[in-house]
């Protein structure tokens, strides 16, 4: 049951796990959906004819820009929805909708910032990122087009964030599941039946976005949200904007990271282990991504309950929902990692039949997952602190795990261990490990002070 409008204090009424179950499912299913097609779409492009392996690989190094697109995008969407949720709960809706209005203008003016840089730029930055002269082409003629759609990529995945702050957790996922049906239909009549090649797959892609957008844009103006983007919010204020963009550093840096990530890693793995060692990372970091969509799916449908329910001053509410979330991740952690431990192979035979890439992979996949079983306290822990509205620690958080721990840890280990490709890939287990021990220590800390807190206001409010 979708919450309506009126009935928004249902996140601060029905019970807490029926309604982390009814908002995280849709939240999973557009995680899926959203990895699916875009699968989709590189398989189209790897099955142009006569050119569809160098076309893939040169539409394989826009990923790191298309990456970044989307780290701005969840740089004001990410810290503007909870916060938006937080004043919900607080009965601010005046100031909710002021951080919607103001999130919108600044989505709108980073979207026209990027879409500059990279029409300017973009052919020097896709040589950066390892275009050859055998692929620039490629990547150019999809980059350039991709570029033109900025704004909608934005608008799109920035403003969907706010209509799962509000709990309709189906409409979100409507707007997931619209862009990539429409991008299925549009890949194939663009990329053969019109001959336009990669051209083709851009402009599916960058139409579908406009489509996902313009739904999104027409339920944030309709009488159906909670909370409607007004004219009178769109104005810039740096009291209403300055907050999201600091609780949006953390998704920022976790989002831009990646790509950085996928450079040191591959860079290592080709000096030491050569083309079998970085076809076994993209098998790693395929499993991995897929892997991380289910906790993905279950913190997005906690931080609604969590942002709502903390501005309440409910502390029980807020208690309970963290508990369930952390047990739930807990849960399916483990169980990722035991399949990883005890039948690599599942996830392998997914991406490879080739003998060597299959028994190269099988014992680096126990290495790279061997402290998954963690993952759920990471994931738990961190982006709680997100939904409490707490900028300073998910931003150090985000850091240290990526920034201070694995990058430099893909460079230092090989050099001790005879094995060096080992040394690369050990780097991911000895970040995480590092990683969740501060975390959970630090959590725990933080969230018994956050509850006093929350539990004082609500004291407050009763003698009032």
């Known amino acids: ?241 300055l907050p999201c963009m600091a609780l949006g550093t953390s998704p920022f840096i976790m989002a831009f990271t990646e790509s950085i990530l996928s450079v040191c890693f591959n860079s290592s793995l080709l000096r030491y282990g050569g083309d079998v060692a970085v076809g076994a990372m993209t098998i790693l970091s395929s499993v991995m991504q897929f892997s991380m969509l289910p906790l993905q799916g279950l913190t997005q449908g906690s931080q609604p309950i969590v942002s709502f329910n903390y501005g309440a001053g409910s502390a029980d509410r807020v208690k309970k929902t963290f508990k369930i979330l952390f047990l739930c991740c807990i849960g399916y952690s483990t169980l990722l990692w035991a399949l990883s431990m005890f039948f690599p192979q599942i996830f392998i035979m997914i991406f490879t039949s080739d003998a060597a890439l299959t028994e190269y992979t099988r014992w680096a996949i126990r290495i790279y997952m061997a402290v998954s079983l963690m993952f759920g306290a990471q994931v738990a822990c961190q982006q709680t602190f997100i939904a409490l509205g707490n900028a300073k620690v998910s931003v150090f958080l985000a850091l240290l795990r990526k920034v201070f721990l694995l990058i430099p840890l893909i460079f230092i280990l090989p050099r001790f261990m005879e094995n060096k490709t080992m040394g690369v890939f050990l780097a991911e287990p000895v970040a995480d490990f590092c990683a969740v021990c501060v975390t959970v220590a630090m959590f725990s800390v933080s969230f018994k002070k956050i509850i006093a807190q929350c539990s004082a206001k609500m004291e407050g409010a009763k003698k009032q």
């Open 1 to 241: 049951m979708e919450l309506k409008k009126g009935k928004e204090n249902e996140l601060g009424t029905e019970s807490v796990g029926k309604l982390l179950f009814r908002l995280s499912m849709p939240a999973i299913a557009a995680q899926v959906i959203n990895v699916m097609y875009n699968m989709v779409d590189r398989m189209y492009i790897g099955h142009i004819p006569g050119v569809g392996a160098a076309a893939l690989t040169g539409v394989g190094v826009t990923m790191p820009v298309i990456m970044a697109i989307t780290a701005f995008a969840y740089f004001i969407s990410m810290g503007g929805a909870p916060r938006s949720s937080i004043m919900m709960g607080r009965n601010e809706k005046e100031k909710a909708e002021k951080i919607l209005g103001n999130c919108t203008t600044m989505l709108v003016v980073l979207a026209l910032i990027l879409t500059a840089v990279f029409l300017f730029c973009g052919r020097s930055i896709l040589l950066l990122f390892g275009a050859s002269e055998n692929t620039i082409g490629y990547a150019w003629d999809y980059m350039k087009i991709y570029a033109l759609g900025t704004i909608f990529v934005q608008l799109a995945l920035g403003l969907n964030a706010f209509i799962t702050a509000q709990g309709y957790a189906k409409t979100s996922m409507y707007t997931v599941l619209i862009g990539a049906v429409c991008n299925i239909i549009l890949d194939p009549v663009f990329i053969f039946g019109l001959n336009m090649g990669v051209k083709g797959a851009a402009l599916a892609t960058i139409l579908s976005q406009a489509v996902s957008s313009i739904w999104v844009l027409r339920f944030l103006t309709s009488e159906k949200s909670s909370l409607r983007i007004k004219k009178k919010s769109l104005k810039l204020e740096a009291g209403i904007i």
